[in-house]
């Protein structure tokens, strides 16, 4: 397994300011990935953070919302920008743990819950 | 594309009942398919997965799971539920053709297991 760990736990901003999360692991992964679960939603993939190049956003997410670094391979940060209230949600870092063809497993962190006020 | 499905946002069961989760999906091929747990204020734990093999899956507090391929469905099952249970359920699914990367998540249910 991977035991994951993200700062701040919770959070409650201002309209308008930045937050940045950081999601640390305890042992190195290639792959980095960042999620949101908007209240009472399931959750979707914001980006993919591979160490070494730029991340990969899914569609609806774009760069300058949510710019993101990884920069090695036990660390990446996730910045919501601009916010508004339409960002409360909780958003999780999670890692995928290589075991073999096919054998990939995801682990998620603890979540970061975010209030924009 | 791909896509879950859970249909029922809400399962209530009493203690000591079997319980089913259900989830069935849509994608090309053959996935590879998961079950999450979220308990409050917690993030999500692996229960187990469907890679090949036996389609009856055994994980973890109990919980399997059986891939039925012609119903394209992964029920979540535990044969005697417990109060300590009752969480958030999401089965995921990720095309067998990717590697590495993008699960994609049911809507969620929410289990409730009663005394």
Same mark, same amino acid.
């Given at each position: 397994?991977?035991?994951? #760990?993200?700062?701040?736990?919770?959070?409650?901003?201002?309209?308008?300011?930045? %937050? *940045?999360?950081?999601?640390?692991?305890? @042992?190195?992964?290639?792959?980095?990935?960042?999620?949101?679960?908007?209240?009472?939603?399931?959750?979707?993939?914001?980006?993919?953070?591979?160490?070494?190049?730029?991340?990969?956003?899914? #569609?609806?997410?774009?760069?300058?919302?949510?710019?993101?670094?990884?920069?090695? %391979? *036990?660390?990446?940060?996730?910045?919501? @920008?601009?916010?508004?209230?339409?960002?409360?949600?909780?958003?999780?870092?999670?890692?995928?743990?290589?075991?073999?063809?096919?054998?990939?497993?995801?682990?998620?962190?603890?979540?970061?819950?975010?209030?924009?006020? | 594309?791909?896509?879950?499905?859970?249909?029922?946002?809400?399962?209530?069961?009493?203690?000591?009942?079997?319980?089913?989760?259900?989830?069935?999906?849509?994608?090309?091929?053959?996935?590879?398919?998961?079950?999450?747990?979220?308990?409050?204020?917690?993030?999500?734990?692996?229960?187990?997965?469907?890679?090949?093999?036996?389609?009856?899956?055994?994980?973890?507090?109990?919980?399997?799971?059986?891939?039925?391929?012609?119903?394209?469905?992964?029920?979540?099952?535990?044969?005697?539920?417990?109060?300590?249970?009752?969480?958030?359920?999401?089965?995921?699914?990720?095309?067998?053709?990717?590697?590495?990367?993008?699960?994609?998540?049911?809507?969620?249910?929410?289990?409730?297991?009663?005394?």
């Amino acid at each position: 397994s991977a035991v994951i #760990s993200q700062k701040p736990s919770r959070d409650i901003c201002q309209r308008g300011t930045s %937050l *940045t999360i950081q999601c640390q692991v305890d @042992s190195q992964v290639t792959m980095m990935f960042w999620y949101r679960q908007q209240p009472g939603q399931s959750l979707t993939l914001i980006a993919t953070a591979n160490q070494g190049s730029e991340a990969t956003y899914e #569609s609806g997410f774009v760069i300058d919302k949510f710019p993101i670094s990884r920069p090695n %391979l *036990t660390f990446s940060t996730l910045t919501v @920008s601009n916010m508004s209230p339409e960002d409360s949600s909780i958003y999780l870092c999670s890692v995928e743990k290589d075991r073999g063809p096919g054998n990939n497993e995801q682990f998620f962190g603890p979540g970061t819950r975010l209030t924009v006020l | 594309a791909q896509s879950v499905a859970q249909p029922e946002d809400q399962v209530n069961v009493a203690e000591g009942n079997p319980l089913t989760v259900k989830c069935t999906y849509s994608v090309s091929g053959n996935p590879y398919l998961f079950w999450y747990v979220q308990y409050p204020n917690r993030g999500l734990q692996f229960l187990l997965k469907y890679i090949t093999g036996d389609n009856l899956v055994k994980g973890s507090y109990g919980f399997e799971a059986e891939f039925n391929k012609s119903q394209t469905s992964f029920h979540l099952k535990k044969p005697s539920a417990l109060v300590s249970d009752s969480a958030l359920y999401f089965c995921a699914v990720r095309d067998r053709r990717n590697q590495g990367g993008k699960l994609i998540f049911g809507q969620g249910t929410e289990l409730s297991v009663k005394p």
